[in-house]
């Protein structure tokens, strides 16, 4: 089983509507997790981190279940530039152990 | 924000020849940086830790002598792949800590190798 399993998309959303991407973790003592973007050919930039207590960001919310192991990602009202790669990451299970494990990433083309 | 840069941002290469690439931390020092490698539709793959002033810590199946590490300075980690084939082709990325940070990592532009 992989660490951290994305699905792959592609997802092709419509301007404006809302979409949604999950992930799961295998390792129940990790301790950080984060959203990425990536565009084609580029390196990956941070979204967000994902708090226990849910947090949100202008459009994007980010959700985390330490109990079922699973990290949830909301765009509301997307927009053209959203279309990226999106990749759920997950630091280490000891704190001070910066190793980010990267899903494969789920891939959004947002279209007009 | 913090700024990494990477040098060559694309090199292409004959197969049998090494290849350095540079990955610099512009605006802070930083003891951990990291090497990934990505191939085409596929996730970023941890390669390696690069410790400033020690040796640099390999992930399993990752060959030591053939992705040779050197984190020489605070703001300076090389990867050279030595003895480059084609299947060494792909994309390198480093990312780098600032000092006393276990959270934050700020990734480099990227290096495209292609070998021939």
């Known amino acids: 089983r992989k660490e951290v399993e994305q699905d792959p998309g592609p997802f092709n959303v419509p301007e404006g509507a809302t979409v949604a991407f999950n992930c799961t973790y295998s390792?129940?003592?990790?301790?950080?997790f984060f959203w990425y973007r990536q565009d084609c050919r580029k390196e990956p930039k941070l979204l967000m981190s994902v708090y226990s207590s849910g947090n949100e960001d202008g459009r994007f919310t980010a959700q985390l279940n330490r109990a079922s192991q699973y990290i949830s990602l909301l765009i509301r009202d997307s927009k053209l530039s959203d279309s990226a790669t999106y990749l759920c990451v997950v630091n280490g299970e000891n704190f001070g152990n910066e190793k980010l494990t990267f899903g494969t990433g789920t891939r959004l083309t947002i279209i007009p | 924000g913090a700024v990494v840069s990477q040098h060559p941002s694309w090199v292409i290469c004959k197969s049998g020849t090494s290849v350095k690439i540079e990955c610099r931390s512009l605006d802070f020092q930083a003891t951990t940086m990291f090497w990934y490698r990505q191939f085409p539709k596929q996730s970023l793959m941890l390669m390696a830790t690069s410790n400033e002033g020690s040796k640099a810590t390999y992930e399993q199946g990752v060959e030591k002598d053939k992705f040779l590490i050197n984190h020489a300075s605070l703001t300076l980690s090389t990867l050279t792949v030595t003895s480059a084939h084609p299947e060494d082709s792909s994309f390198y990325i480093c990312?780098?800590?600032?000092?006393?940070?276990?959270?934050?990592?700020?990734f480099g532009p990227g290096t495209r190798l292609t070998v021939l």
């Open positions: 390792n129940s003592a990790s301790q950080s």
């Open positions: 990312s780098a800590n600032p000092w006393r940070s276990t959270d934050t990592q700020y």
